[in-house]
């Protein structure tokens, strides 16, 4: 079993297939190297992919220790596992936990990304959703662990951004709850805590991304209420952005919705390696309505 190690000496699983140029897939809380296998089957026909799991995702290291969870953590170990496979630059895909760490990447890291794709970003990150989202991690990390992983996935699975996904498709669902109830307790509770319920806001973070450089699309499904207004902010503020919705989705796009996920992405991709993808027209932000206010 392949592991990349991290330069705080944790071993973080790994799988690739395909060749080409690279693009990392980096998954959401309630996911792990598998929830990107539409994706790996996918892409791989044209380009090398890669999908690990993250540090407290089985089979990577649990670490026991509280310090080595955070949003910096999860973003330089996107960073550790290109540099263990030797790849100076890839396309980036993220989703929600792995979408702020993808969009941190972009910020740190832009001579390493060769585009990066934040999807269904945004839990918590409004002003006025600040102290609700840090009340509800502490409760959902203890509850992981007084009742285990495996007791807690029967109702997160089953959140108001989930249910799209169980309505569309119950055996894809089912496979996306049992594999949720697989993941450590330990390595859940603390990434919880310490990456989810610490990460800065994206409100605090406007100046970082006007300065983004890197090619950027922004991915939400509709009914992904969180992520909405962030997607609006993030678009707003990246001079690369693109904004894509799809619709009649929840937060799980990429295996709710893997066909249309793999078009959106992939005509992305390709536009950013045609060297296609440019900064917005600075025309189009001039404050008018009708164009004739000049």
Avoid at 226 to 251: D, Q, V
Wanted: one cysteine or more; a negative charge; glycine letters at 8%.
């Amino acid at each position: 079993m392949p592991y990349a190690i991290t330069d705080d000496g944790v071993r973080l699983h790994y799988e690739e297939a395909g060749s080409g140029i690279p693009i990392i897939f980096v998954h959401e809380f309630a996911g792990d190297h598998r929830s990107w296998e539409a994706q790996m089957r996918h892409f791989s026909r044209s380009y090398r992919c890669i999908t690990y799991s993250a540090r407290g995702y089985l089979p990577s290291d649990v670490p026991d220790s509280p310090e080595q969870y955070s949003q910096a953590r999860a973003r330089d170990d996107i960073r550790d596992v290109l540099k263990h496979l030797g790849i100076d630059r890839a396309h980036v895909v993220g989703l929600s936990m792995g979408g702020f760490a993808t969009l941190h990447f972009g910020m740190h890291y832009p001579q390493m990304a060769r585009s990066i794709m934040v999807g269904g970003c945004g839990y918590g990150a409004a002003p006025s959703a600040r102290e609700q989202f840090r009340t509800e991690t502490e409760a959902t990390a203890a509850a992981i662990e007084r009742d285990t992983m495996a007791v807690v996935a029967k109702a997160y699975s089953l959140g108001p951004t989930r249910v799209q996904f169980q309505n569309k498709d119950p055996r894809g669902w089912q496979e996306f709850a049992t594999q949720l109830a697989e993941h450590s307790t330990r390595g859940s509770a603390l990434t919880m805590l310490g990456v989810q319920r610490k990460r800065p806001s994206l409100w605090d973070l406007q100046d970082d991304m006007r300065k983004i450089s890197v090619p950027t699309l922004i991915l939400n499904g509709d009914e992904d209420d969180p992520c909405l207004e962030p997607a609006l902010l993030m678009k707003r503020l990246i001079p690369t952005a693109g904004l894509a919705i799809i619709a009649r989705s929840g937060h799980t796009i990429n295996i709710e919705e893997p066909d249309e996920f793999n078009r959106i992405v992939g005509q992305f991709i390709a536009t950013v390696d045609a060297g296609r993808w440019s900064p917005r027209d600075a025309r189009s932000i001039s404050g008018g309505i009708l164009g004739m206010n000049k």
